[in-house]
């Protein structure tokens, strides 16, 4: 098993829209309506992934990492500067999803260590990232990581407004790696 852990390409744009869909399909389903879920389709991602691959190749201004095991890719980490200014945190993770059958098998800490790399490389300290309220196994991984819990808020999807909870690393120096 060939492990490959490198910076997003634009011919990756499937592979990562498939872990998206998979991963939300496994991840979500009983915390986010069905309908939703449902109604998430492979072409749809494919193409929201390809225009930000180029939005970050063109500008840099943000990260797209994903991880492959014998040429499949199987997770990918995303993020940049904060989106909100509102926290006190300089950089976001603001995607980390890993197929299901590759979950606690040492790629979610991989991506990790990649995207605080990449923050610190831009001179980013700190960072935050959120994480649906209910998917435990996310928050014990952020937890685990050294993640403190900072708040909560609500996000819209599809519909229906979710809680989603906060959790933060104020020194990336420290990350817990």
Do not use: C, P
Request: net charge neutral; proline share 0%; charged share 25%.
């Amino acid at each position: 098993m060939q492990i490959i852990l490198r910076e997003a390409t634009a011919s990756d744009a499937r592979g990562i829209a498939r872990v998206h869909v998979e991963s939300w399909k496994t991840t979500y389903r009983g915390l986010i309506a069905d309908e939703y879920i449902d109604s998430i389709f492979y072409a749809d991602r494919e193409q929201l992934w390809a225009k930000l691959i180029n939005f970050y190749e063109e500008t840099k201004q943000g990260f797209l990492f994903v991880a492959s095991v014998d040429d499949e890719i199987v997770g990918f980490v995303s993020g940049g500067r904060s989106r909100d200014d509102s926290w006190e945190f300089e950089g976001e993770v603001t995607g980390l999803y890993i197929l299901k059958q590759y979950q606690r098998m040492g790629f979610g800490r991989r991506l990790m260590n990649a995207a605080v790399s990449r923050l610190l490389e831009a001179g980013v300290s700190s960072m935050s990232i959120w994480v649906l309220e209910g998917n435990d196994n996310a928050i014990k991984f952020y937890e685990r990581l050294g993640g403190r819990r900072i708040g909560t808020t609500q996000r819209k999807v599809g519909n229906k407004f979710y809680t989603v909870i906060g959790y933060g690393w104020d020194d990336l120096q420290a990350f817990s790696r």
